[in-house]
């Protein structure tokens, strides 16, 4: 059974770092999407970094762009996010997210794209 567990959130101040891991289970990397998601209270649920594992292409949302990097090692089966400058918009629940069934690498920021989810990790930034 394919399992995601997240670690690393935290609380910090503005302009602070962190790093988040997701730690997997009961799958190996091969080519798939693996992502970083995010909510905050009241909105919706945002791709913040994903990566192809097959050709290690990447997507950032805008708001990230330049501050977070999304990286990932084979050998441990674990996904990173590092996150740089954080600002108090970053807060909210860090989701860790898998794509076991080998949808395109163009859908990787999509949400829908992964069966996969893990529970979260919380991030929050104060001013």
């Known amino acids: 059974q394919v399992q995601l567990v997240e670690s690393g959130g935290g609380s910090v101040q503005t302009g602070g770092s962190l790093r988040l891991s997701c730690a997997s289970s009961?799958?190996?990397?091969?080519?798939?999407?693996m992502g970083w998601f995010r909510q905050a209270p009241g909105k919706g649920r945002e791709a913040v970094a994903t990566?192809?594992?097959?050709?290690?292409?990447?997507y950032y949302a805008d708001s990230v762009k330049g501050r977070f990097t999304v990286s990932q090692d084979n050998a441990k089966n674990t996904l990173y996010l590092q996150m740089h400058s954080l600002k108090p918009e970053d807060t909210g629940m860090y989701y860790c997210?898998?794509?076991?069934?080998?949808?395109?690498?163009?859908?990787?920021?999509?949400?829908?794209?992964?069966?996969?989810w893990g529970r979260g990790t919380q991030v929050t930034v104060s001013s």
């Open positions: 990566v192809y594992t097959g050709d290690g292409r990447t």
């Open positions: 009961g799958y190996t990397y091969s080519s798939f999407c």
């Open positions: 997210a898998a794509d076991t069934r080998g949808v395109s690498a163009s859908w990787c920021y999509a949400g829908a794209a992964y069966n996969i």
